[in-house]
C-alpha cells in the first residue's frame, strides 16, 4: 500500500524529498480510480467554489426572512450571477430563491408549533409580504395550510361560520 511507503519515508528524510511526491500522487491516482473516484473528481471540478457557495448558504441561513439579492450575493462571493446559482444548484441541489423559500417555510412551522401566532403572523415573522402566497407554500411542502400543522390553531382563534382560520374565508 501506497500509504505505508510514505509512513516508511519519515525515517530516512534524504529519500522522503524524491519519494514522496511519487507515493503521494500514487495516492491520489488510486483514490480517483477507486470506488469514490467520481464523487472527487465532482467535487474537485467544482474547485475553489464549495467555500463560497457554504458562505452563501450561512448568509441565506442567518439572513432568510430579508429579501434576496442574487446579483449581490454572487458579487459579495466574487462570482457571476449565473456562475453562482449553477454552483449553488450543483452543491444545494435547489436555486438560491429554492433555498430561502424552504428555509422560510421551515422557520414558519417551527414558529406556529412553539408561539402562539396565527399563520399570517408566522409568514410575515419569515419574510412573506403575502399571506395567500405564504399559505400555499406551505402546503405545497407541507400537504396541508399552514393552520392544520398545530389542531388548536382554528379553535385558538375562535373560528366561526363564515370565517376560515378566524379571518374572512376571502382573505
Given at each position: 500500500m501506497p500509504q505505508c511507503g510514505l509512513?516508511?519515508?519519515?525515517d530516512s528524510p534524504a529519500e522522503e524529498r524524491v519519494l514522496?511526491?511519487?507515493i503521494t500522487r500514487e495516492i491520489v491516482y488510486r483514490l480517483l480510480m477507486g470506488e469514490q473516484g467520481?464523487?472527487?473528481r465532482h467535487l474537485a471540478l467544482l474547485g475553489g467554489h464549495t467555500d463560497r457557495i457554504?458562505?452563501?448558504?450561512e448568509r441565506l441561513r442567518r439572513d432568510?426572512?430579508?429579501p434576496l439579492r442574487i446579483e449581490s450575493l454572487a458579487r459579495k462571493l466574487g462570482m457571476s450571477v449565473s456562475g453562482f446559482h449553477h454552483h449553488f444548484k450543483t452543491v444545494t441541489a435547489m436555486s438560491p430563491l429554492q433555498f430561502q423559500k424552504q428555509l422560510r417555510l421551515q422557520e414558519a412551522r417551527r414558529i406556529l408549533f412553539g408561539e402562539n401566532v396565527d399563520a399570517a403572523s408566522a409568514g410575515y415573522q419569515v419574510g412573506y409580504d403575502d399571506a395567500s402566497q405564504f399559505s400555499r407554500e406551505y402546503k405545497r411542502l407541507f400537504g396541508q395550510p399552514?393552520?392544520?400543522t398545530w389542531s388548536g390553531c382554528a379553535r385558538r382563534r375562535g373560528d366561526r361560520p363564515g370565517l376560515?382560520?378566524?379571518v374572512p374565508a376571502a382573505w
Open positions: 509512513v516508511r519515508l519519515l514522496r511526491p511519487l467520481n464523487r472527487l457554504a458562505e452563501a448558504v432568510f426572512d430579508q399552514p393552520c392544520a376560515r382560520g378566524g
